[in-house]
T-cell receptor, first 112, second 108 residues
């Protein structure tokens, strides 16, 4: 029944490693997003995909690469992890780009 | 958050009413969302205003003035479970931009 799911929920890793976070939505939505929420709780959009096509790519390091194999999935791969990447990463989806977003439970990433 | 301003923190008493304001830059504006986020959880949708006026949904109401670039979220009959962050988010040029959120503390 989970509408937007993310795995893993927690991720603890060493600097320099490469990791991936997966997101799936079963709502039939066309648009999916990745957000980063830092320690100050500011929610900032990173990427947005509409029907597997990238439509928003904010200023994030190119170590972050999103991949959308189909419109129900949007994965985030991070290369060469840095301490500053520690944050909560939320996936979200909406029916269309302008509409209400439904958020996944978040992935808490800690880089040591 | 790209000229979306809301107070950082507010405190109110159980049973009372609180109003959380949000001001934003009006260029490219299409609508305004309010989300609630409890500590350690994901944001959840509360309301979406496109036209001027007040929309009521149970204990929560949201108001919008497009010409003034102003919105507020009104919470009535406050309960302890309303302790959370409230995020104002603007739909601008088909992008949703979040404010930094208002952390609301409810005192018994």
């Amino acid at each position: 029944d989970t509408a937007v799911s993310q795995t893993p929920k927690y991720l603890v890793t060493q600097m320099g490693n490469d990791k991936s976070i997966k997101c799936e939505q079963n709502l039939g939505h066309d648009t999916m997003y990745w957000y980063k929420q830092d320690s100050k709780k500011f929610l900032k959009i990173m990427f947005s995909y509409n029907n597997k096509e990238l439509i928003i790519n904010e200023t994030v390091p190119n170590r972050f690469s999103p991949k959308s194999p189909d419109k129900a999935h949007l994965n985030l791969h991070i290369n060469s992890l840095e301490l500053g990447d520690s944050a909560v990463y939320f996936c979200a989806s909406s029916l269309r780009g302008r509409e209400t977003q439904y958020f996944g439970p978040g992935t808490r990433l800690l880089v040591l | 958050g790209q000229n979306i301003d809301q107070p950082t923190e507010m405190t109110a008493t159980e049973g009372a009413i609180v109003q959380i304001n949000c001001t934003y830059q009006t260029s490219g504006f299409n609508g305004l969302f309010w989300y609630q986020q409890h500590a350690g959880e994901a944001p959840t949708f509360l309301s979406y205003n496109v036209l001027d006026g007040l929309e009521e949904k149970g204990r929560f109401s949201s108001f919008l003035s497009r010409s003034k670039g102003y919105s507020y979220l009104l919470l009535k009959e406050l309960q302890m479970k309303d302790s959370a962050s409230y995020l104002c988010a603007v739909n601008r040029d088909d992008k949703i931009i979040f404010g930094k959120g208002t952390r609301l503390h409810i005192l018994p």
